[in-house]
């Protein structure tokens, strides 16, 4: 019972978002990127997302590392704020929404989303997805490998693809590398765009970030905390 309280008071942390957008228009689609690493489809009423790994932090203390505290539930409030911000209709999660076994971590997660009872959700199953059905049903997550809604597929990884089929993915945690003065690089997140994919940025702060992973003829997306930079 301790346990449930100290979760619930967890979320009354506050981060207030600075929530930038800019739009691309992608077959014809407008989608709405976020420097908060989620995108917002609106003709579809969805959030999209990508890299959650919930049950990460609690996998490395289980295992002896130490971990900040608060590391998911800032995730969370942040989800928590877009949702809001946003109002969608639907959450779709494009793949490794956990990390690893069944830990608390799922309880925190499944006590976070009381709040949505209305928000359907919809897990695009990643490699690190591994959790029971069971589980799976007892969240109300909709699990399927792949998603199809016109003109795009949602898939967790990305993949070559002929022109005809715009794949939007994640799975790789892609980022750029800025190159300053002396040893003043800047790493940032950012979304991949190329003429039939787009890969999404982790969701989770608690990811690395890959800048040697870039599509042929990739445009790139960098985002701060205040800005949004087309590369």
């Known amino acids: 019972m301790s346990y449930l309280c100290d979760v619930s008071h967890a979320f009354d942390m506050t981060i207030r978002l600075n929530i ?3 739009n691309i228009t992608i077959k014809n689609e407008v989608l709405t990127l976020t420097n908060q690493r989620a995108i917002y489809w609106k003709a579809h009423e969805a959030l999209i997302l ?17 971990m900040p505290d608060g590391i998911l539930q800032k ?23 956990f990390h690893a076994e069944t830990n608390s971590d799922m309880v925190t997660f499944k006590i976070w989303l009381e709040q949505f009872e209305d928000l359907r959700l919809v897990l695009i199953k990643g490699n690190h997805d591994k959790q029971s059905k069971r589980l799976m049903d007892d969240l109300g ?8 809604i016109e003109p795009f597929t949602l898939i967790h990884e990305p993949k070559d693809s002929s022109l005809d089929l715009f794949t ?5 945690h892609p980022g750029v590398l800025i ?6 690089n800047i790493k940032l997140p950012c979304y991949q765009v190329t003429s039939n994919q787009l890969i ?8 690395g970030l890959n800048t040697r992973s870039e599509p042929d003829d990739a445009t790139c997306f960098a985002f701060t905390e205040t800005s949004i930079f087309k590369f």
Do not use: C, W
């Open 200 to 207: 999404l940025p982790a969701f989770s702060l608690f990811t």
């Open 50 to 66: 990508s890299d959650v790994h919930i049950g990460k932090t609690a996998h490395f203390r289980r295992h002896g590392i130490p």
């Open 20 to 22: 930038v957008k800019e």
């Open 168 to 172: 939007i993915s994640g799975h790789t």
């Open 141 to 148: 997550i909709e699990v399927i490998t792949e998603m199809n």
């Open 75 to 97: 995730d969370l409030e942040r989800l928590k704020q877009l949702i809001s911000y946003f109002k969608p209709k639907q959450l779709l999660i494009v793949g490794d929404l």
């Open 179 to 184: 190159k300053g003065k002396g040893r003043q």
